[in-house]
C-alpha cells in the first residue's frame, strides 16, 4: 500500500470549501479515524485512489453497483442516451419503459414516480400517506434510516412510546413530536404505540430489513404482524427498499419474506450508479400523487434520460438473470463462512448478520436484533478492524453502524483474498 498523500493533501484542500472535507458525512471516516482516500476510476471489484492504490471494493457505492464498476451493460446504456441530450424536461418514452419494469419487478408498486434520490422518495412516501390519510403522525424504527428529511432525524428518546426529539438541530419539535419511534423487531412496542395514539397514524415505515444499523434481519412473523396492524388500523405501511431492492431478489425484501406494503420506496440499484430514486405503491395511494391527485411532489430532473437509461439496463439486467441472486448468495455465503473460520481460529465469537449480499459483523457477542443490541458493539475495535482491512487493501464501510455489499465482480480468488485479510486484521485489531 502506497502512503496516501495525495488523498491527505486533496483532504486537507477540501475542509476548506467542502464542509468536513466531504459531501456525504460517513465518507470521512470520522467513525473510524484517518483520513479518507479520494478515488479516482473503478473497474468490476476494484476502486484506485489518487495515490495510485488497489483496493477490493465491498460498499460498493453504498449499494448500487451490484454488478461491480463500470459494469458494461449499464455503461453502454449511458453512452448511447449522452448523445441525444442530458436532459429534456418533458416526458420521454424510458420513463413509461421503466415504470412497466419496476410495476413488474417489484410487488406492491401498481404506479410508480421517478424521483432523485432516496431520500426525496422517503419523503414523498410519507407525504402521500399523510395526505391520504389525513393524518399527522408517522411510527419508524430505530435504528432505521430513510435520508435525510425531517421527519426521519428522530431517535427514541427513553422507552418506545416516548415522543421522538430531533437527533440534529434544525429539525423543529413540531415535526419530531409527529414521528414516533419503536425498537426494530418489536411489535409490542408498535401496538403500545398505535393504541396511545388511536387515529393518528398515517405510515409505518421501515427497512423491511435494516442495513443502517449494521445488517438487521426481520424475525419471524415481524414483517406480517406489521401488515396486520396497518389493515386493521388502516394505517399505510411503507417498506423503505432503498437499500434491500433489487438487491435481495428482482422485487426486493418484500418477494423475499412474501409480505406486501402498500408503499415502497427505491433507491440505489434503480439508478445503475446514477442519482436516482423511486416511490410507488397501490393504485389509490398513487392516483393521489399531482397531477393526479391533490398532493404536490415535483422535480426539474425527475426521470432524467441519462439516469432513466442507466437504471433501465441495470434493471433489465436483473431480471433478465436471476442467477445473479444465487452467484452473490454463494460468494457472501463463503465469504461469511470463512469469517467464522477465522474467528474459531482464533477464539473469538463475534456477531455476524447475513442476507444475500449484505452483512455486517458485530465486534459483540450478543446475537443483534435492533439498535439496542447493535450499540453493544466495540467501536474502537471496529475501528482498528475497518484501518487493518484498508492497510491489506479492503475497502468496508467506515462505519460500525453500516451493511456491506457484495457486488458479482468478487470472484473466488478474491473471497480467498478477503478472507485472509479478515484472518489478519482481526488479529491485529485484538492487539
Ligand atoms: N433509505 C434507506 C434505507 C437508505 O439506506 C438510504 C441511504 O443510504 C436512504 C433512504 C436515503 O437515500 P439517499 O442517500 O439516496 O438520499
Redesign the pocket.
Not at 432523485?116 to 422517503?122: D, H, L, Q, V, Y
Not at 423503505?240 to 434491500?244: A, F, G, S
Given at each position: 500500500m502506497k502512503e496516501a498523500s495525495n488523498s491527505n493533501e486533496l483532504f486537507k484542500r477540501a475542509q476548506h470549501s467542502i464542509p468536513g472535507g466531504v459531501n456525504?458525512p460517513v465518507r470521512a471516516f470520522r467513525a473510524v479515524g484517518g483520513n479518507p482516500r479520494f478515488m479516482v476510476s473503478a473497474k468490476g471489484p476494484y476502486l484506485y485512489d489518487e495515490d495510485g492504490n488497489q483496493y477490493l471494493d465491498l460498499i460498493n457505492s453504498?449499494?448500487p453497483m451490484i454488478l461491480g464498476h463500470a459494469a458494461e451493460v449499464v455503461n453502454e446504456a449511458v453512452q448511447k442516451a449522452i448523445p441525444n441530450s442530458l436532459s429534456f424536461g418533458a416526458p420521454t418514452r424510458k420513463e413509461v419503459e421503466i415504470a412497466e419494469l419496476i410495476v413488474s419487478m417489484v410487488p406492491s408498486i401498481e404506479k410508480v414516480r421517478m424521483v432523485?434520490?432516496?431520500?426525496?422518495?422517503?419523503m414523498s412516501a410519507i407525504r402521500v400517506a399523510r395526505g391520504y390519510t389525513g393524518r399527522d403522525k408517522i411510527i419508524k424504527f430505530e435504528g432505521?434510516?430513510?435520508?435525510?428529511g425531517d421527519s426521519?432525524l428522530i431517535s427514541a428518546g427513553s422507552g418506545a412510546i416516548t415522543l421522538g426529539v430531533p437527533d440534529s438541530p434544525g429539525v423543529t419539535k413540531g415535526t419530531a413530536n409527529d414521528t414516533l419511534t419503536a425498537p426494530y423487531n418489536n411489535l409490542e412496542a408498535v401496538n403500545i404505540l398505535v393504541e396511545a395514539n388511536k387515529g393518528q397514524v398515517a405510515a409505518i415505515i421501515l427497512?423491511p430489513v435494516?442495513?443502517?444499523m449494521g445488517l438487521v434481519t426481520p424475525q419471524q412473523g415481524f414483517l406480517q404482524g406489521l401488515r396486520d396492524l396497518c389493515d386493521k388500523e388502516g394505517i399505510v405501511l411503507i417498506f423503505?427498499?432503498?437499500?434491500?431492492g433489487f438487491r435481495l431478489a428482482p422485487g426486493g425484501a418484500q418477494e423475499i419474506y412474501g409480505v406486501t406494503p402498500d408503499m415502497s420506496?427505491l433507491?440505489?440499484i434503480i439508478g445503475g450508479g446514477m442519482?436516482v430514486?423511486a416511490y410507488g405503491g397501490k393504485r389509490a395511494l398513487m392516483d393521489y400523487v399531482s397531477p393526479a391527485g391533490p398532493v404536490y411532489q415535483a422535480g426539474t430532473l425527475s426521470g432524467n434520460p441519462i439516469a432513466m437509461s442507466a437504471g433501465m439496463a441495470m434493471l433489465n439486467f436483473l431480471k433478465d438473470h436471476p442467477e445473479t441472486y444465487q452467484q452473490l448468495e454463494r460468494t457472501t455465503a463463503s465469504m461469511v463462512a470463512g469469517m467464522q473460520q477465522n474467528m474459531q481460529q482464533l477464539g473469538l465469537s463475534y456477531t455476524i448478520n447475513r442476507i444475500g449480499s449484505m452483512f455486517s459483523i458485530f465486534f459483540t457477542k450478543e446475537q443483534v436484533v435492533d439498535f439496542e443490541t447493535a450499540k453493544t458493539s466495540d467501536t474502537a475495535l471496529f475501528g482498528r478492524y475497518f484501518n487493518s482491512m484498508l492497510n491489506r487493501g479492503i475497502y468496508l464501510a467506515p462505519s460500525q453502524y453500516e451493511a456491506l455489499f457484495v457486488s458479482t465482480a468478487v470472484t473466488e480468488e478474491l473471497v480467498e483474498q478477503y478472507i485472509q485479510a479478515n484472518l489478519e486484521s482481526l488479529k491485529e485489531a485484538q492487539a
Open positions: 456525504s453504498w449499494g432523485n434520490s432516496g431520500t426525496e422518495a422517503t432505521c434510516y430513510h435520508g435525510h426521519f427497512e435494516a442495513g443502517n423503505d427498499e432503498v437499500m434491500t420506496t433507491g440505489k442519482p430514486g
